[in-house]
């Protein structure tokens, strides 16, 4: 959420991931993470007043060594495994990021929409920047995201496009349900609202209303990367 530029540990994480990029598929895989990273950074400036008045979520500000490993993680393992295992996994490569993509599109874009998000699971509304809530513009950002990136791994023949899209989108989603179940969610009484952090801006602590302990934001970003490299690679396979 509104993450603009690197902590030195999260320069260090991008550069091994950059590293594992070039050694794996040379300048037509950066072609692919800098069609995750720049977009996503570009749409991390607009509006950024207002994003940083969100004051229920988590994580903002610089990207640290967990953010950037959630987002690029899985694409650098599979990458690197490309290496052994061939073109299917170039496919998990880009769909993991398209997944990025997508996501953060979709965050990016739908925190700025005029209505309250709904649960996508339930419809009942929700904070602006709450995890697990969508909005009309937010879904069609999270499609334009994964479609960017599908379109940059097809052209410079890293993947197909179709089986890209496609992870990219499931991967978003997926992290949109999660965000919604699994993800912990807490409650500020002093401010008697729903946050994701302990303690709330206010300073007040928080507790669990949902979710695993453990299972923050970051959690979420890294399954949904890795399911958006499963689905590329099953769609490349069948």
């Keep these: 959420m509104s993450k603009i530029g690197l902590t030195t ?5 991008a550069a091994f991931i950059g590293a594992a990029v070039l050694i794996g598929a040379g300048w037509q895989g950066a072609a692919v993470l800098l069609a995750f990273f720049i977009p996503s950074t570009l749409l991390s400036r607009v509006g950024r007043t207002r994003k940083r008045a969100l004051v229920d979520i988590g994580k903002q500000g610089a990207r640290d060594v967990w953010q950037v490993l959630a987002n690029g993680g899985a694409a650098a393992v599979a990458i690197l495994l490309s290496l052994r295992y061939g073109a299917p996994l170039l496919a998990a490569f880009a769909g993991a990021f398209a997944a990025a993509s997508a996501d953060t599109w979709a965050t990016e874009i739908g925190t700025l929409a005029r209505g309250a998000p709904r649960s996508i699971l339930t419809g009942r509304p929700l904070a602006p920047g709450i995890s697990g809530g969508i909005t009309a513009q937010g879904s069609l950002a999270q499609i334009a995201g994964a479609l960017v990136v599908a379109v940059v791994a097809a052209l410079v023949n890293v993947a197909a496009l179709w089986p890209v899209l496609l992870g990219g989108v499931a991967g978003s989603i997926v992290d949109s349900i999660l965000g919604a ?14 946050c ?3 303690p709330h801006a206010c300073g007040t ?9 453990w299972f923050d934001n970051d959690a979420v970003n890294f399954t949904a990367t890795v399911c958006g490299a499963i689905v590329a690679v099953i769609a490349v396979v069948l």
Excluded: K, M, V
């Design 181 to 194: 179940t699994l993800q912990t969610l807490r409650y500020c009484p002093a401010c008697a609202r729903e």
């Design 196 to 198: 994701e952090t302990d």
């Design 205 to 213: 602590p928080t507790a669990i209303r949902r979710g695993l302990r």
């Design 9 to 13: 540990s999260g320069a260090i994480a």
